[in-house]
């Protein structure tokens, strides 16, 4: 249950007379009706307010649920008068520099009350022709147009007899608590009904005549106080309800990408998979790639590079099991930078470039690829099994996401970079990992969020068999796959 379902089941709960106990000393609601009835007659003959229009008897099929016998039926016409605010006149142009008269608008209108933070005004010209268009801290409002519609509140004492927008009525009282007709007002009973009095045609607007047909419960004066003391207990208690709620809500977001970080890291460790002593060592498959790099650079096919520094022991984040090896990236694939070409480059037809957009999710996504007819050196054409590598972007948080390539023939642009190796599916596990974020984190650069050749060449990896790499890649599109899913 969400803190605003709570705070609904209780004022459900009130509008039906069982949040707080009846008391048979009580006067009954009928006196209560009757007395108002009584004033607005006088205050009709004394001319103080306009005879109102009959409001149409309650009919059983309106009534949705029972109610206390010392409770009456009404609808609020009976036990309130309803008035509407006015527009200022066309073309006048609301003042930011306080008047003595301010114009209260529905977006002034907020939790319950009335902010006071961007408020308008109107000069005293304005107000002598609007001044009867007013509202008092005696008073309830209610917003009549819009999305808003039925959003309730108490006037403070800031805003007694300023005056009031068209698109709110102003809500006057004869003998109720304020407090328990407001409670009454955001039930979701009355609600309801807002919502079904409204006017679809066009601009949502509720008529002042058909508020006044809004069915209400009345309770005896004495149990309306007893129910709003009750609703001031529980609202302390709501809200801190409504803050763990939103803590627990933040949490359950996070979680998914933060389990989906401990799966990573905990590959990148040796902690996911068991380790076999069956399985040839780190160091053993280690040598091979090297005598395989020493051998394409004879046949001519790799260019011979500097020799990346050796690994110093302050580098080592963590301790990996025996069989594996920390080596730099460098020393186990290649990497090249991508393609630079100019917008007149780019045509409807032509090879595709892969850029930063086309990495969503950790996979490729082939919908919105720009192509280009220039020529595309061999080192900017991506193989399949290559990781493509987000190098550059305006957003520090984009940089280092990665995919693998599925498709032969196509381009990366300039921002990006490729990894070759025959261990991508295991490497392509580390990138996404925070051992491989950290190591880059707090690098700072002088124009643009990058990784550069030089930053991945000398990245440190932590290497495992190549038996263990294959169940590490199993286990994490395992349970990578759990979590996508959502179970």
């Known amino acids: 249950m969400t803190a605003q379902q709570l705070k609904n089941s209780i004022l459900q709960l009130a509008v039906q007379g069982k949040l707080v106990p009846q008391d048979t000393n009580d006067e009954p609601a009928s006196v209560l009706l009757e007395r108002i009835r009584a004033e607005k007659e006088r205050l009709v003959k004394e001319g103080e307010i306009k005879k109102e ?15 206390p016998e010392s409770w009456e039926w009404v609808r609020l016409g009976h036990i309130v008068e309803i008035k509407g605010g006015k527009r200022v006149s066309n073309g006048y142009n609301l003042l930011e520099t306080p008047t003595e008269h301010i114009y209260i608008r529905v977006s002034d209108m907020k939790n319950g009350s009335i902010d006071d933070s961007d408020l308008r005004y109107i000069d005293e010209k304005m ?35 300023m005056n009031l927008t068209e698109n709110a009525a102003r809500i006057i009282l004869y003998e109720i608590d304020k407090y328990y007709l407001l409670t009454i007002l955001d039930s979701r009973f009355c609600q309801e009904q807002f919502v079904n009095k409204t006017n679809q045609v066009g601009v949502q607007k509720m008529a002042l005549n058909r508020l006044a047909t809004t069915l209400i419960p009345l309770p005896p004066l004495a149990e309306q106080h ?52 069956n399985d040839e060592s780190a160091s053993v498959l280690l040598e091979r790639i090297r005598a395989e790099k020493e051998q394409l650079i004879k046949d001519g096919k790799l260019k011979k590079e500097k020799p990346l520094p050796p690994i110093a022991e302050d580098e080592i984040p963590f301790d990996v099991p025996e069989t594996w090896e920390w080596v730099r990236l460098g020393d186990i694939g290649d990497t090249n930078i991508g393609l630079t070409y100019s917008p007149s480059n780019i045509a409807k037809t032509g090879i595709a470039v892969l850029r930063s957009n086309n990495i969503q999710d950790g996979k490729i996504n082939y919908d919105e690829l720009v192509h280009v007819n220039t020529d595309v050196p061999a080192r900017a054409f991506a193989n399949i099994g290559d990781i493509l590598i987000c190098a550059r972007n305006g957003s520090r948080r984009l940089v ?35 051992a491989f974020r950290g190591q ?11 990784v550069t050749q030089d930053m991945l060449k000398n990245t440190l990896i932590p290497v495992p068999p190549l038996a263990e790499q294959h169940r590490i890649v199993a286990k994490c599109e395992e349970l990578l796959s759990l979590i996508e899913r959502g179970i």
């Open 53 to 67: 229009k009959p409001l149409p008897p309650i009919s059983e099929d309106e009534i949705q649920f029972d109610v």
């Open 127 to 161: 107000f002598q022709k609007i001044q009867q268009y007013i509202i008092t801290r005696d008073d309830l409002y209610m917003t009549i147009v819009g999305a808003t519609i039925g959003k309730c509140g108490y006037v403070p004492e800031k805003f007694d007899k």
């Open 226 to 277: 007893r129910i709003v003391e009750r609703i001031e207990e529980l609202l302390p208690h709501i809200a801190d309800y409504d803050i763990a709620e939103q803590k627990l809500t933040a949490l359950n977001a996070k979680f998914p990408d933060q389990l989906k970080k401990s799966i990573l890291q905990s590959a990148v460790q040796g902690k996911l998979v068991p380790q076999d002593e």
């Open 400 to 434: 280092g996401k990665t995919a693998i390539i599925e498709k032969d023939g196509m381009a990366f642009g300039a921002f990006m970079a490729i990894f070759r190796s025959q261990l991508n599916p295991y490497i392509k596990i580390f990138l996404d990992s925070s």
């Open 440 to 450: 880059f984190d707090g690098v700072e650069t002088t124009t643009i969020n990058q």
